[in-house]
């Protein structure tokens, strides 16, 4: 085994290149003011303090919002359709499974791009509208849009990891619980939902940190003026070309997702704890 | 005694292997019953089937004469202790007691001086608040036992409950179990696979092979009349040979005519012939009418297993006499000791 851990070597050099270089050079900028020459920096906090004007935290609220309203969305659907995959033969499992990941293997952008085609004025859900004679709406640029690229681009995170662990579920668990006189309700509440927490928790992480820093799905769903955080750091750095507030609000948010990732983490340690089991710890 | 429960011609597959091929049986009250059989021959099937976790494919099921086939398993009077316990691992071993009594939803009080005295029936009094998943096996098995007692079912099913344990927790099981069912009071209905487990725990045990009840009876008629050559081999060691019934009271194997007890079997019929290994006597030479050359003798605790070699087979004989290695002996047994029963698929 030791004479392989020097393979690893190159991998840790590139690595740490194209991901630690930037990320310090992300630091950097955040700490120091525009201008700067390659040697002398000045550093200042400014950037963060910038920061905390009301446009910009309600930038900041808005996103957590959406990425919340996602998250409770997915939830919402996917706990369902999790349950009827893992209820569903084994040879329908593995096609349904497959089925739920496929778009996954499309780009996102792809993905986002034929949400247009279907929502926009002139596009297919209008037509068809018009075809049996109801009025048109206005699909693109709201609120809806975002919300429905949102869930539909991170509901099979949520699916594919409440799926592992209700399809773990113990069947005789469920027979027992019959067994004690629980009709299937109660014993869905009681047994079932408890013992799948942990699958909802890791769903949760899945979710809601993708969906809190995304700006591809505003941005394309939501219209040019639709403003989230994702939004407002790729502002910064290309529209306004302003680094250094780029690199602070990018830094402020990587610490609201270190803060809810850890806020999860512990959610998920009850929650295994209570269960006994590993449950839905996907990485 | 009451007949509690009936099994009318019970039928059921599994894709197309069939796996009960038409179980009749009645179980009555505070009936200790044991279905023994090897791995795979449809018992925990036929549990489920009363527990209503499957269905069967034919066939009608009787709870206190009404047809159960149609009733959901939360609404029969039987609780079960899975094979492998099913305890919620979410829950302590409180709560794994009390969710009977919850879902019922019993008075408060009620529910702990019930768990209270679950506890202390299966001596796992002080473990209320343990997590079940930190418990060892003897306990898990206990706390299975006290979830499925606590709700005063009128049958309580166990399935293999004490296979996951070793030996000597085993046998202290075997006799807890027993004396919680005289306790209590209520019919119970086992399953396993170690003959000894069935012989010793039992009212009445149901042999089973291949989807079929080979013989329904009391320990000693299993072990003492078996009914075919499966069952005799099933149940302890024995020396089964094969004979012909020349008439009455006469029964002839190895070349010679012996004695015997049976009647009733048509003349020169072939049949199974049983001796257990403990009827049979080792003699001075002239005294017997087989005779054999002593081949092996291994201590067995109690007893020594000796091996007989005679032309015609080996016999097993347990004697608790000290016996000399490659002697010529006689064999001795008396004709209640021969145990005749028909071939396999002639009845
Ligand atoms: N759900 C099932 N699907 C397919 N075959 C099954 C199923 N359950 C049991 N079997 C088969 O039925 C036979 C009897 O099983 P079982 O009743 O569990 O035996 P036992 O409890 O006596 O060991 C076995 O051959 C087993 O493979
Ligand atoms: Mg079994």
């Given at each position: 085994?030791?004479?392989?851990?020097?393979?690893?070597?190159?991998?840790?050099?590139?690595?740490?290149?194209?991901?630690?270089?930037?990320?310090?050079?992300?630091?950097?900028?955040?700490?120091?003011?525009?201008?700067?020459?390659?040697?002398?920096?000045?550093?200042?906090?400014?950037?963060?303090?910038?920061?905390?004007?009301?446009?910009?935290?309600?930038?900041?609220?808005?996103?957590?919002?959406?990425?919340?309203?996602?998250?409770?969305?997915?939830?919402?659907?996917?706990?369902?359709?999790?349950?009827?995959?893992?209820?569903?033969?084994?040879?329908?499992?593995?096609?349904?499974?497959?089925?739920?990941?496929?778009?996954?293997?499309?780009?996102?952008?792809?993905?986002?791009?034929?949400?247009?085609?279907?929502?926009?004025?002139?596009?297919?859900?209008?037509?068809?509208?018009?075809?049996?004679?109801?009025?048109?709406?206005?699909?693109?640029?709201?609120?809806?849009?975002?919300?429905?690229?949102?869930?539909?681009?991170?509901?099979?995170?949520?699916?594919?990891?409440?799926?592992?662990?209700?399809?773990?579920?113990?069947?005789a668990?469920?027979?027992a619980?019959?067994d004690?006189?629980?009709?299937?309700?109660?014993?869905?509440?009681?047994?079932?939902?408890?013992?799948?927490?942990?699958?909802?928790?890791?769903?949760?992480?899945?979710?809601?940190?993708?969906?809190?820093?995304?700006?591809?799905?505003?941005?394309?769903?939501?219209?040019?003026?639709?403003?989230?955080?994702?939004?407002?750091?790729?502002?910064?750095?290309?529209?306004?070309?302003?680094?250094?507030?780029?690199?602070?609000?990018?830094?402020?948010?990587?610490?609201?997702?270190?803060?809810?990732?850890?806020?999860?983490?512990?959610?998920?340690?009850?929650?295994?704890?209570?269960?006994?089991?590993?449950?839905?710890?996907?990485? | 005694m009451?007949?509690l429960i009936?099994?009318?011609?019970?039928?059921?597959?599994?894709?197309?292997?069939?796996?009960?091929?038409?179980?009749?049986l009645?179980i009555h009250e505070n009936e200790f019953v044991t279905l023994l059989g090897p791995s795979g021959c449809g018992k925990t099937?036929l549990l489920?089937?009363l527990g209503?976790?499957?269905?069967?494919?034919?066939?009608?099921?009787?709870?206190?004469?009404?047809?159960?086939?149609?009733?959901?398993?939360?609404?029969?009077?039987i609780n079960t202790v899975f094979q492998r316990y099913a305890l919620?691992?979410?829950?302590?071993v409180?709560?794994n007691i009390?969710?009977?009594?919850?879902?019922?939803?019993?008075?408060?009080?009620?529910?702990?001086?019930?768990?209270?005295k679950m506890l202390k029936l299966v001596n796992l009094q002080?473990y209320?608040?343990?997590?079940v998943?930190?418990l060892s096996g003897g306990q898990q098995q206990r706390v299975a036992i006290a979830r499925a007692l606590v709700n005063e079912p009128m049958v309580l099913l166990l399935d293999e409950p004490l296979g996951a344990l070793d030996l000597k927790l085993r046998k202290e099981m075997q006799v807890e179990l027993k004396k919680i069912q005289q306790e209590v009071g209520i019919t119970f209905i086992y399953v396993t696979h170690d003959q000894e487990e069935a012989l010793t725990m039992s009212d009445t045990i149901v042999v089973m092979n291949?989807?079929?009840?080979q013989q329904i009876g009391s320990p000693t008629d299993i072990y003492n009349?078996p009914?075919?050559?499966?069952v005799?081999d099933f149940i302890g060691e024995s020396?089964?040979?094969?004979?012909?019934?020349?008439?009455?009271?006469?029964?002839?194997?190895?070349?010679?005519?012996?004695?015997?007890?049976?009647?009733?079997?048509?003349?020169?019929?072939?049949?199974?012939?049983?001796?257990r290994p403990e009827?049979?006597?080792?003699?001075?030479?002239?005294?017997?009418?087989?005779?054999?050359?002593?081949?092996?003798?291994?201590?067995k605790g109690v007893h020594?297993?000796?091996?007989?070699?005679?032309?015609?087979?080996?016999?097993?004989?347990h004697?608790?006499?000290?016996?000399?290695?490659?002697?010529?002996?006689?064999?001795?047994?008396?004709?209640?000791?021969?145990?005749?029963?028909?071939?396999?698929?002639?009845?």
């Amino acid at each position: 085994m030791k004479g392989y851990a020097s393979l690893v070597k190159p991998y840790i050099l590139w690595m740490s290149l194209f991901i630690v270089v930037p990320m310090l050079l992300i630091v950097l900028y955040a700490f120091t003011t525009s201008g700067n020459e390659l040697i002398s920096f000045r550093f200042t906090l400014d950037n963060f303090f910038r920061f905390f004007d009301p446009v910009f935290i309600k930038v900041l609220l808005k996103s957590l919002e959406v990425a919340l309203i996602t998250t409770l969305l997915c939830i919402i659907i996917g706990y369902p359709i999790a349950y009827i995959i893992a209820n569903a033969s084994e040879k329908s499992q593995t096609l349904l499974i497959l089925l739920i990941t496929l778009p996954m293997w499309i780009n996102m952008l792809v993905r986002t791009y034929a949400w247009i085609s279907i929502l926009s004025d002139g596009g297919l859900l209008n037509s068809l509208l018009g075809f049996i004679g109801l009025p048109q709406m206005k699909l693109m640029y709201t609120d809806f849009a975002v919300m429905l690229g949102m869930v539909y681009n991170f509901l099979p995170f949520m699916i594919i990891s409440i799926y592992t662990v209700l399809a773990k579920l113990d069947k005789a668990l469920i027979h027992a619980s019959h067994d004690l006189g629980a009709n299937p309700l109660q014993t869905f509440l009681r047994v079932v939902l408890p013992l799948s927490l942990p699958g909802v928790i890791s769903g949760i992480t899945l979710v809601f940190l993708p969906a809190v820093s995304t700006f591809v799905i505003p941005k394309f769903l939501g219209g040019g003026q639709y403003m989230l955080i994702g939004n407002l750091i790729e502002n910064q750095f290309i529209t306004v070309g302003e680094w250094n507030f780029g690199s602070a609000i990018s830094l402020i948010m990587a610490f609201i997702i270190m803060a809810s990732m850890m806020m999860t983490r512990k959610m998920d340690r009850d929650a295994s704890e209570n269960t006994g089991s590993e449950g839905g710890k996907l990485w | 005694m009451r007949k509690l429960i009936e099994f009318k011609n019970i039928v059921k597959s599994f894709d197309d292997s069939l796996v009960l091929k038409g179980i009749n049986l009645s179980i009555h009250e505070n009936e200790f019953v044991t279905l023994l059989g090897p791995s795979g021959c449809g018992k925990t099937t036929l549990l489920r089937i009363l527990g209503g976790f499957i269905s069967q494919n034919e066939g009608h099921v009787y709870f206190d004469d009404i047809e159960i086939s149609n009733v959901p398993p939360y609404k029969r009077e039987i609780n079960t202790v899975f094979q492998r316990y099913a305890l919620f691992p979410h829950m302590n071993v409180h709560d794994n007691i009390a969710f009977g009594l919850h879902i019922k939803k019993q008075d408060k009080q009620m529910i702990e001086q019930k768990v209270k005295k679950m506890l202390k029936l299966v001596n796992l009094q002080g473990y209320e608040d343990r997590p079940v998943t930190l418990l060892s096996g003897g306990q898990q098995q206990r706390v299975a036992i006290a979830r499925a007692l606590v709700n005063e079912p009128m049958v309580l099913l166990l399935d293999e409950p004490l296979g996951a344990l070793d030996l000597k927790l085993r046998k202290e099981m075997q006799v807890e179990l027993k004396k919680i069912q005289q306790e209590v009071g209520i019919t119970f209905i086992y399953v396993t696979h170690d003959q000894e487990e069935a012989l010793t725990m039992s009212d009445t045990i149901v042999v089973m092979n291949n989807g079929e009840i080979q013989q329904i009876g009391s320990p000693t008629d299993i072990y003492n009349e078996p009914e075919n050559r499966f069952v005799a081999d099933f149940i302890g060691e024995s020396n089964i040979l094969e004979g012909v019934m020349l008439e009455d009271y006469k029964v002839k194997f190895d070349d010679q005519t012996f004695e015997c007890v049976d009647y009733g079997f048509e003349d020169n019929l072939e049949v199974d012939i049983v001796l257990r290994p403990e009827d049979i006597d080792i003699v001075p030479l002239d005294m017997g009418r087989i005779k054999g050359v002593i081949k092996s003798a291994i201590f067995k605790g109690v007893h020594f297993e000796v091996v007989v070699e005679t032309p015609y087979r080996e016999w097993i004989i347990h004697t608790t006499d000290k016996v000399e290695l490659d002697k010529e002996v006689g064999l001795h047994f008396f004709p209640e000791d021969i145990h005749i029963m028909y071939k396999m698929g002639t009845y």
